[in-house]
């Protein structure tokens, strides 16, 4: 079975440091593993996606995700976090040929001014 | 522009009524899912689309149904057997890759609507 744990619930920033969400997972077989964000009262956009290439991935917006299979971890990095960022973050994994897609709980990441 | 379109963004429900939440997607994808989220559970699946006429339940499928009569609507009907349904609806979609799994099919990552969220008055 299938399992992805967000470290924290709510992370908070100020602008201009660096963001990490973090994100493990548990999975029997390769997985292929996303970041999504989301704006309140809106849908799920895309942010970055692993599967099976790079292990380090390139998002939108100036995100990037490295997979470590040693430590079953996809966390979500920025080196520096803009107001806009504020938003809720999910991660989320399939089974690589797989069909069903499960989601964390979400990290809400807030930005100071 | 291709997207996914649900309607309407706002819907209140009173008790013991049905309501039909629009799902529509001019992508050409095969697969169509319903998620349900609810502050801090994340997506739950409701039901899911692999091909016209066809659908299967999700994880928390009671009190929900659907239909799949066309390949670009996925509608959801929330009955009145669903006891807590105040939530934000999300309608997702995703292209076919090719075989999958033990025969399944593969698929892309999902692409999502703007939502609908249900009050129940």
């Known amino acids: 079975a299938q399992s992805v744990t967000q470290l924290g619930s709510h992370v908070s920033v100020s602008e201009g440091a660096l963001v990490l969400l973090r994100c493990n997972y548990s999975?029997?077989?390769?997985?292929?593993l996303f970041w999504y964000v989301q704006y309140p009262n809106q849908g799920l956009q895309l942010l970055l996606k692993y599967t099976s290439a790079a292990t380090l991935v390139k998002g939108i917006n100036g995100f990037e995700a490295e997979f470590k299979k040693s430590e079953t971890s996809f966390h979500l990095t920025k080196p520096s976090a803009h107001m806009s960022d504020a938003a809720e973050y999910f991660c989320?994994?399939?089974?690589?040929?797989?069909?069903?897609?499960?989601f964390g709980a979400g990290t809400r990441l807030f930005v100071k001014a | 522009d291709g997207g996914i379109t649900q309607s309407p963004k706002y819907l209140f429900r009173k008790e013991g009524q049905n309501v039909t939440l629009s799902c529509e997607q001019n992508l050409n994808h095969d697969a169509m899912y319903w998620y349900r989220q609810d502050p801090g559970q994340g997506l739950r699946l409701i039901y899911y689309s692999q091909i016209v006429n066809d659908f299967q339940k999700g994880d928390i499928a009671e009190g929900y149904s659907v239909s799949r009569e066309k390949k670009e609507s996925f509608p959801l009907t929330v009955t009145s057997a669903q006891k807590n349904p105040t939530a934000f609806y999300l309608c997702a979609s995703s292209s076919r890759t090719g075989p999958g799994l033990a025969g399944g099919e593969a698929y892309n990552e999902q692409f999502f609507g703007p939502g609908t969220r249900l009050t129940v008055l």
């Open positions: 999975s029997s077989v390769p997985p292929y």
């Open positions: 989320a994994v399939r089974k690589a040929g797989g069909f069903k897609t499960i």
